[in-house]
């Protein structure tokens, strides 16, 4: 079968790295793509958003299954667009209709079908610019750390976690009237601070029966420690060692089987991933946030460790009595980023060393291929993933594997992982 991948990052280099392996694959595509993709199929230089120009290409390239990689035509309503085409509904759309796709792109709908379905999760509520002093009533209710986030998109930004008072109610003020995030924020929901630690769980879904797959750990903090601000993720784990087979299983009772119950209760046509951001409180999770298509750098470590056909799981009839097949293997990423990310960076740095990585998988998120040198094209440069038999012997290889390539101002965390040793 012909594929298309929609994305540019590494999550999508790894879904191309994944996907290539595929028996009943014949062609692979992918727009816009990176210098990695390049590798492993063919790079299309179409905007993700044009929809269009995504129907010219299906058409003209027989492509039979689309995954689509990043939030935003999720939001827009691309499988919307393609399965009320005459000339598309044959194309297999990996990922949500628009109704799912705010699950991710408005945070007060995914809280109220939180609350719907009795799902856990923080206390909160919503305003808008002409409730700003309502707004600070609410906030005053509160103990900090105080949480705001912009309703819609905001390409990860739009969280704020803040100690004070004051400065929560200033940040508040130009967010919705200010603009801060743009129209993101001409809502903002103010939530409840959930004191613990967070883990990511994933699973495939066809609305109605879904497919668990390997959870992991994101590090999100530019700093070493947690600290700085926040970026798309500066490393990840997985499997996470503070899961353990309980812990799983109230994950899924609590939080994913009424998710998806959820979904079909209220009749929302959703086929493809979703990925719940947990927190765990005593040892139950709470869902902090839901994300309707793979995280980054999540991804860079679950899909090596899935040893079952990608392709073989989208495109079957049962999903139900699909059995997929995960090695107890560690797997780990580390990101090497541009030097300044996640504020303003400089990009067409030269990228050395690739060819010599021996102990890593390295996907490519911002690269990009010119003649025969690549360059850093983005904040997040380079995933440098590695499986081992433990978390320790994995990590050490992805380290191991960095210090083979370079780049002018490169900077990556040396403590993946610290706080699960």
Not at 54 to 77: A, F, T, Y
Not at 211 to 232: C, F, Q, S, V
């Amino acid at each position: 079968m012909n594929v298309l991948i929609l994305g540019s990052g590494g999550r999508e280099h790894t879904l191309a790295w994944k996907i290539s392996q595929s028996p009943i694959l014949q062609k692979l595509y992918i727009a816009p793509g990176n210098a990695g993709t390049k590798k492993l199929g063919t790079n299309l230089r179409v905007n993700p958003n044009d929809f269009e120009a995504i129907k010219q290409i299906v058409l003209d390239h027989k492509i039979d299954l689309i995954i689509v990689g990043p939030e935003e035509p999720l939001v827009r309503g691309i499988t919307d667009f393609f399965n009320q085409d005459p000339d598309l509904q044959n194309v297999k759309v990996i990922g949500p209709s628009q109704e799912g796709a705010m699950l991710e792109g408005s945070k007060e709908f995914a809280k109220r079908f939180m609350q719907k379905h009795q799902i856990p999760t923080a206390a909160y509520q919503s305003f808008t610019a002409d409730k700003l002093q309502k707004a600070f009533h609410f906030l005053e209710t509160l103990e900090p750390p105080y949480v705001l986030k912009a309703d819609g998109l905001a390409a990860g930004k739009g969280v704020l976690i803040l100690d004070n008072l004051e400065t929560a109610k200033k940040e508040l003020t130009a967010m919705l009237q200010e603009h801060k995030f743009g129209t993101a924020s001409s809502k903002v929901v103010i939530e409840e601070y959930l004191d613990g630690i967070e883990m990511s769980c994933f699973v495939y879904t066809d609305g109605k029966n879904y497919i668990i797959l390997p959870e992991a750990k994101d590090y999100k903090r530019i700093g070493e420690g947690d600290t700085g601000l926040n970026t798309g993720g500066m490393g990840a784990v997985s499997p996470v060692p503070f899961a353990d087979k309980n812990l799983l299983k109230r994950i899924e009772k609590k939080v994913i089987s009424p998710s998806i119950q959820g979904l079909e209760k209220d009749q929302i046509d959703y086929t493809g991933f979703v990925f719940f951001g947990l927190m765990i409180i005593n040892d139950e999770p709470y869902v902090i946030e839901y994300n309707v298509r793979l995280g980054d750098p999540e991804t860079e470590v679950i899909l090596p460790r899935i040893e079952s056909d990608l392709l073989t799981l989208f495109t079957s009839q049962n999903l139900k009595d699909f059995q997929i097949k995960i090695t107890p293997d560690f797997s780990t990423t580390v990101m090497a980023v541009s030097g300044g990310y996640p504020n303003s960076y400089e990009k067409g740095k030269p990228i050395t060393g690739l060819n010599s990585v021996t102990e890593s998988i390295v996907f490519q998120a911002g690269t990009k291929q010119e003649n025969e040198q690549i360059l850093t094209n983005g904040g997040r440069v380079l995933a440098f993933t590695s499986l081992a038999p433990t978390m320790k012997e994995a990590l050490n290889n992805s380290y191991n594997s960095l210090e083979k390539v370079h780049f002018n101002q490169m900077y990556f965390r040396k403590d993946i992982g610290f706080d699960l040793s």
